[in-house]
């Protein structure tokens, strides 16, 4: 059974970058990707990123800010995110999916998330 472990949210000011990580175990998956969930709205995704071959997506919202990258030899996805805004408080979840989307349906496993908290 895969897990994943989310690590690296915090809180920064505006403008600020971090970076979260995510530690996978078990059988692989096709797709690995970032969603967020803030309070009160739907859960979007924010990244994906193909295992076999590193392509990658990224929501408009987070274009041009944020890289999803992996490190196949050590089982982790990461998420480096730069220019951070107020509005990217979330919490973050990594989760791994038969196919890469912008949306939950394709993810089977999903993390504990981390917070993320981006002040003005």
């Known amino acids: 059974q895969v897990q994943l472990v989310e690590s690296g949210g915090g809180s920064v000011q505006a403008g600020g970058s971090l970076r979260l990580s995510c530690a996978a175990s078990?059988?692989?998956?096709?797709?690995m990707g970032w969603f967020r969930q803030a309070p009160g709205k739907e859960r979007e995704g924010v990244a994906t990123?193909?295992?076999?071959?590193?392509?990658?997506y990224y929501a408009d919202s987070v274009k041009g800010r944020f890289t999803i990258s992996q490190d196949n030899a050590k089982n982790m996805v990461y998420l480096q995110m730069n220019s951070l805004k107020p509005e990217d408080t979330a919490m973050y979840y990594c989760a791994a999916g038969e196919y890469c989307a912008l949306t939950s349906s394709p993810f089977r496993v999903w993390g504990q998330g981390t917070q993320v908290t981006v002040s003005s």
């Open positions: 990123i193909r295992t076999g071959g590193g392509n990658t």
């Open positions: 078990g059988v692989a998956y096709s797709c």
